[in-house]
């Protein structure tokens, strides 16, 4: 009888193929690790590598996703951050309008910086670092840029100065003790009340004897005033509208207390704002004065998208001739420059915040160039 060997149970099956043998088990009992056999066109068949798969496949399904690296969500948000400071207003509108939120705000966006490089280092990433304090650092700098630089210069021919006086104001006659230190040339007052406005008019009478107010508004001035009505904006008045007669020529003065804004469930609550900053628009562009100036309390930063239809037309005193971003409100703390000059044909030398009254807001001021004929607008 003859023994059959190992190697007779490896012989050739009826097909031709070599048949499969089971790993024989190990002295220890364990089965043997079976061997990867050679395929036909040379390559090795195991189990981790099927005949016939793709090289690049194998390569992808072994590397992570790039959203799934080490840093990819800070990378992400890094550009986000920076496109979205950078060209913010080509960005489409948001939901609740807070498009004009965020557009008010957007100056504080660089305190996003610290966070996402924090976040980078956390991930210890160097490159996701690298990105997170160089991308959104340089689109703010070539935003707010020439914001912190100093942009003011000497001379003038007429200072401006608006003042949100708070309709409860403690101290009115403190307040007009402060606002009389700027020796503004033209004074704009909003948030007049029944109560103060009389104390307001009969304090200031000495120092401007040319005044006109209305509702809320008010305007005095050293020189002449002609033409000077409400304007309607709002049911009551919260506007008005004079001509100054002022060296070189008229001066079409505005003075605008727009409407607060609130922010909510259902967003950022700005429609009466807008509602009203659009009839006072119509009125600017229908102005026959060649030199117009808008002073007032406008609840809006110039950045807001909301505002452009204004501030298309017209320049703002801060960002033209200021230092830094002139923020108003709250007095306190400032976060936001809400109480702006606006200018039309004349040219701003300098432009500044007054101190703090018992007002909740911060005075603006603007020392402005009057051409004897500035060109139209």
């Not at 008010?104 to 910086?113: D, Q």
């Not at 991308?135 to 003011?152: E, H, N, Y």
């Not at 505002?307 to 960002?319: E, K, N, W």
């Amino acid at each position: 009888m003859t023994a059959t060997t190992r190697e007779d149970l490896a012989a050739e099956a009826p097909d031709g193929t070599a048949a499969q043998t089971s790993p024989s088990p190990a002295p220890d009992g364990t089965a043997a690790q079976a061997v990867p056999s050679p395929a036909t066109d040379g390559t090795t068949v195991g189990p981790d590598h099927a005949p016939g798969a793709s090289a690049d496949a194998a390569d992808a399904g072994a590397r992570l996703r790039w959203w799934r690296r080490p840093g990819a969500a800070v990378t992400g948000c890094s550009v986000l951050l920076a496109v979205s400071v950078a060209g913010h207003g080509l960005l489409p509108g948001l939901p609740g309008r807070l498009s004009s939120l965020a557009e008010t705000l957007l100056p504080w966006s660089a305190l996003a910086v610290p966070v996402l490089v924090a976040a980078a280092l956390l991930r210890r990433a160097r490159v996701t670092t690298a990105v997170a304090l160089v991308v959104p650092a340089v689109a703010w700098l070539a935003t707010f840029g020439g914001a912190l630089a100093d942009k003011t210069s000497p001379g003038g021919d007429l200072t401006l100065v608006s003042h949100n006086v708070n309709q409860d104001n403690p101290d009115p006659g403190g307040t007009v003790r402060s606002l009389l230190a700027a020796r503004a040339d033209v004074l704009a007052l909003e948030e007049l009340s029944p109560a103060t406005a009389p104390a307001y008019e009969q304090t200031l009478a000495e120092a401007y004897p040319y005044h006109f107010y209305e509702g809320t508004v008010g305007l005095w001035s050293v020189h002449p005033l002609s033409d000077a009505r409400a304007v309607p904006i709002m049911p009551w008045t919260r506007a008005m509208r004079a001509t100054v007669d002022a060296p070189g020529g008229p001066l079409a003065v505005y003075v605008a207390h727009l409407p607060s804004v609130r922010v909510g469930a259902s967003g950022f609550t700005a429609g009466t704002r807008d509602e009203a900053l659009g009839l006072l628009v119509s009125e600017v562009r229908a102005e026959p004065v060649r030199r117009v100036v808008v002073l007032g309390d406008l609840n809006g930063s110039t950045d807001d998208r909301a505002l452009r239809p204004l501030t298309d037309r017209l320049v703002s005193a801060q960002a033209a001739a200021g230092a830094g971003f002139g923020f108003t409100w709250p007095a306190r703390l400032p976060v936001v420059r809400i109480d702006q000059i606006l200018l039309g044909g004349v040219r701003a030398a300098s432009a500044w915040t007054l101190p703090a009254t018992a007002s909740d807001h911060l005075p603006v001021a603007a020392r402005i160039h009057l051409s004897p004929d500035p060109a139209p607008r």
